[in-house]
């Protein structure tokens, strides 16, 4: 008998196991009397742990009080919110004159703007932008934060960040209009989109550079007041240690592990030296160190501040990890990538730039991810060593007259802070994860 | 062996002009004596195939060509420069050699057309329109024009070494160097991958194959080398090599794959 069956079986709906809510809750959580016990006993346990939360930090809790006092006799046991609330602003901000904190915010609103076009899938030339925010936005943002008189460098690099700043928000705008980039848009709009490649890109730099010129001459005019970098802190001190020392740490972690792995035996050792030497140490050593023995190796007089000294440490710090991190990623690229290049002619920086990077990095992304969020956290160590980011912010309120003694509703606060940016952080890289894998299926 | 039905020996396209010469090259993995002696002259045009037992070192000595691998002893001249410590030749050289690996060795992260003209812009410096135009010709000549804009990992095995193929071709080389090209294909999809490089033969292109397809070799190989142990054991022209293997080692070969 060769034939089984005549006709084409039919497609039938799965069980209900697999399907319905009610399915999933009997296979999964009831399935048998053990199963079953242990369920409810699980259940009660977040009940009460829920709702010892509740009624104390929202039920019986206090968010209007001008000190701590107040708040015992509004109730005995709740949370004190309000004393959290009285120093909101120094809990983001630290010590940064009230009226100058728009600066900050204006300069995080920058960043955002500036990032917003990457996300946006009708806008060209990504790689640019991004390249334009690492490079210019620092500066950009640096003067905002600090302020006071504009050297002639600062003045030539914050209208080269205004002058970015433009060009991409106008991209984002003919982008999202007319979906295409700015440069063909501006060559059809003034009749020369057949000319020739050269004359196309020489009327596009007459027309930045025009550009810059402007901004140059409006920006020499623009200042703001000094707030030196002992006035800042708080979260936004936090974030901009962490952050210059993402920004920096990768760039450089990919230079050290290039360095590790190079075929010239002075850079392997040096680089091999210096990443173990790093790893080894505790980052909290590193930045007494930093603090306290770097100023002894600098000539008489040179004075580095004490927030610069952090954020070289942080970096140094952190480039060791991202170096291994970038390491194990280059050992995953299978030998035959390195060859295809190699024969159509690629060298050595357009191998590892064009082919092995690319690819390196994106398995990178959850390990790279982890070590920001990783780094975000501890430096919250530059507390212990005198700045008041936004662990020493919230460990002062409890040295505040009217709020003696208040630590666990800021810690806690701190706490409900951290897990949020983190937690959004770590769920938007294996959104990215995803995303990225989606285009190639080995 | 897949049965090939390509009959018909294509006319030798050699000239006198000599591409490669290889003089009394040795190369040794640590202590491991891979390439014996070697001595061998390709002329423009002169289509080489080299068969031989696994390890024997056919993958070694093509990899040397290219300057994938160095040779410790003896002479390589690819179109008149010798190979060396010299970055600068090899530079030059890959991008007058192109190659093609068992493996295919696309970029999974670039599209199809981004493969085929990444080489022309970064290292021929080419205007990105022009190099389009020769990578979507060649795709034509592949015969897979219309798979452009997909990925690697969308195609199938016999479609990316068409692609990989066609990436060599962009780079105008003088001279196309295969390693068991069909080695790692089903059985379905050799022959449209030995279709394109006869095809490529009939263009009058250098080229040294390394492979085990005996009716494609008896097609175009202008001589048949057979390699074993590091030594070149025996080459002839190819109706000849294969009628009457002189050595007994390429007589036992020779039973074993037919
Ligand atoms: N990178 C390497 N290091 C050490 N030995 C190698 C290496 N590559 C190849 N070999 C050895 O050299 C010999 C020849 O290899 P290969 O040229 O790949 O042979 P074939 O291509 O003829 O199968 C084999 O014995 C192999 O094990
Ligand atoms: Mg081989």
């Not at chain 1, 060769?2 to 709906?13: E, L, S, V």
């Not at chain 1, 946006?120 to 690492?134: D, F, M, N, W, Y």
């Not at chain 1, 480039?319 to 290049?341: D, H, N, S, T």
């Not at chain 2, 050699?97 to 003209?117: A, D, K, S, Y």
Request: charged residues 15%.
């Amino acid at each position: 008998m060769a034939i089984i069956t005549k006709q084409k079986t039919a497609d039938r709906p799965a069980p209900l196991s697999e399907t319905s809510v009610l399915g999933w809750l009997q296979k999964n959580l009831f399935s048998s009397v053990f199963n079953t016990v242990l369920t409810l006993i699980t259940i009660f346990i977040i009940y009460l742990t829920l709702s010892g939360v509740v009624v104390w930090g929202y039920l019986d809790a206090t968010f209007v009080a001008d000190k701590r006092r107040e708040c015992y006799d509004n109730s005995l046991t709740g949370a004190c919110w309000a004393g959290v609330i009285a120093w909101l602003d120094n809990i983001f901000y630290g010590r940064y004159p009230r009226e100058e904190i728009w600066r900050i915010d204006f300069g995080g609103l920058l960043l955002v703007l500036w990032m917003l076009p990457l996300w946006l899938a009708r806008v060209k030339g990504k790689i640019l932008i991004g390249a334009s925010v690492i490079i210019f936005y620092p500066f950009l943002a640096g003067y905002m934060f600090t302020g006071g008189d504009k050297g002639w460098f600062m003045q030539f690099m914050v209208a080269g960040a205004i002058t970015a700043f433009i060009i991409n928000m106008t991209n984002m705008l003919v982008g999202l209009l007319k979906n295409t980039s700015l440069d063909v848009f501006l060559m059809q709009l003034f009749g020369q989109a057949d000319a020739g490649d050269k004359t196309q890109r020489n009327i596009l730099l007459a027309m930045v550079a025009a550009l810059f010129v402007v901004v140059f001459l409006w920006q020499a005019s623009w200042n703001v007041t000094e707030v030196v970098w002992t006035k800042w802190g708080g979260l936004f001190l936090t974030l901009v240690i962490s952050g210059i020392g993402i920004a920096s740490s990768l760039p450089l972690g990919i230079f050290l592990a290039l360095g590790r792995r190079s075929k010239l035996p002075v850079v392997r050792v040096l680089s091999t030296g210096f990443i173990e030497v790093f790893r080894s140490v505790p980052l909290i050593t590193v930045l007494f160190m930093a603090t306290t023995m770097f100023p002894l190796f600098m000539p008489e007089g040179f004075v580095l501040n004490k927030l610069v000294q952090v954020i070289i440490a942080v970096i140094l710090f952190n480039a060791c990890y991202m170096a291994e991190i970038v390491r194990a990623g280059l050992q995953a690229i299978p030998k035959g990538q390195f060859e295809g290049a190699h024969t159509i002619g690629l060298g050595y920086w357009g191998t590892m730039g064009l082919i092995i990077m690319p690819q390196a990095l994106k398995h990178m992304i959850p390990n790279i991810v982890g070590n920001i969020i990783g780094l975000l956290k501890d430096t919250t160590l530059v507390s212990i060593i005198g700045l008041f980011d936004i662990l020493g912010m919230l460990r002062s309120i409890s040295k505040d007259v009217p709020w003696v003694g208040l630590h666990k509703e800021p810690l806690i606060f701190g706490a409900v802070l951290f897990f949020i940016i983190c937690f959004s952080m770590s769920k938007y890289s294996r959104h990215l994860e995803v995303k990225l894998s989606a285009g190639d299926k080995h | 062996m897949s049965e090939q039905q390509i009959t018909g020996q294509l006319a030798s396209a050699a000239s006198t002009e000599v591409m490669i010469e290889i003089n009394q090259m040795n190369k040794w993995y640590g202590d491991f004596h891979v390439l014996k002696d070697i001595d061998l002259t390709v002329h423009k045009g002169e289509r080489f195939v080299i068969c031989g037992p696994s390890g024997s070192g056919k993958s070694t000595l093509i990899r040397c060509i290219n300057a994938l691998e160095e040779h410790q002893q003896g002479d390589i001249i690819v179109d008149g420069i010798k190979l060396g410590k010299n970055l600068k030749n090899l530079d030059h050289i890959r991008t007058e050699v192109g190659m093609v690996f068992q493996n295919f060795n696309l970029f999974p992260h670039l599209t199809i057309l981004e493969n085929l003209t990444l080489g022309p812009i970064w290292v021929r410096k080419m205007a990105k329109a022009e190099a389009i135009e020769t990578a979507m010709m060649y795709l034509e000549r592949v015969k897979i024009p219309e798979q452009a804009d997909k990925y690697p990992g969308q195609m199938s095995g016999g479609q990316q070494q068409r692609v990989a193929i066609a990436r060599s071709l962009c780079m105008s080389p003088k001279i196309m160097l295969f390693d068991e090209p069909t080695s790692a294909l089903d059985p379905e999809m050799i022959k449209e991958v030995l279709d394109v490089m006869v095809e490529l033969a009939e263009t009058g292109m250098t080229m040294i194959v390394v492979t085990h397809e005996m009716g494609f070799a008896k097609t175009i190989a202008d001589e048949v080398i057979f390699m074993d142990e590091g030594d070149i054991v025996e080459r002839n022209k190819p109706v000849a090599f294969f009628e009457n293997p002189e050595h007994e080692r390429t007589q036992k070969f020779l039973s074993q794959i037919l």
